[in-house]
């Protein structure tokens, strides 16, 4: 798990959301991955699901398939509306070796989304579906 509790950390989108952003973690060592969580003030979540790449020791990035599943909806929408203060999005998806994973987030559209902050970020070897 990455976490570090500290709020100076945060990681922010900027003023919107168009264009694209992202983020890259490595690993030393190359690790077992399962699944990759970010927690986000509920007033500053994404409103795009985030692109899912990890490089496996032989240097190749390789996108991950990780649909926006009804799993998530609902834990999104069970965080909303309980009032938390923070969301968690989990990327959710088939184990694998990987020395990096990055996360992009991207929005083109006609009107600019609201920009986001990601508060933490956790990833896991072993995720139950």
């Known amino acids: ?21 992202g983020f890259q973690v490595r690993l030393k060592p190359d690790q077992q991955l399962s699944a990759v969580a970010i927690e986000t003030p509920a ?6 699901w985030p692109l899912l790449e990890a490089r496996a020791s032989t240097g190749e990035w390789e996108t991950i398939p990780s649909e926006f599943s009804p799993q998530t909806a609902w834990e999104i ?4 509306l ?18 990096a994973f990055r996360l992009t987030f991207a929005a083109y559209a006609a009107a600019p989304a609201p920009g986001f902050e990601v508060a933490e970020l956790r990833a896991y070897r072993e995720c139950r579906f």
């Open 77 to 80: 929408l069970r965080g909303q």
């Open 43 to 48: 007033d500053r979540f994404p409103r795009v």
């Open 1 to 21: 798990r990455v976490i570090d509790r500290d709020p100076a950390t945060r990681w922010s989108s900027g003023r919107d959301q168009s264009g694209s952003y």
């Open 82 to 99: 309980d009032g938390s203060r923070t969301l968690r999005i989990i990327v959710r998806f088939e184990t694998r070796e990987a020395r």
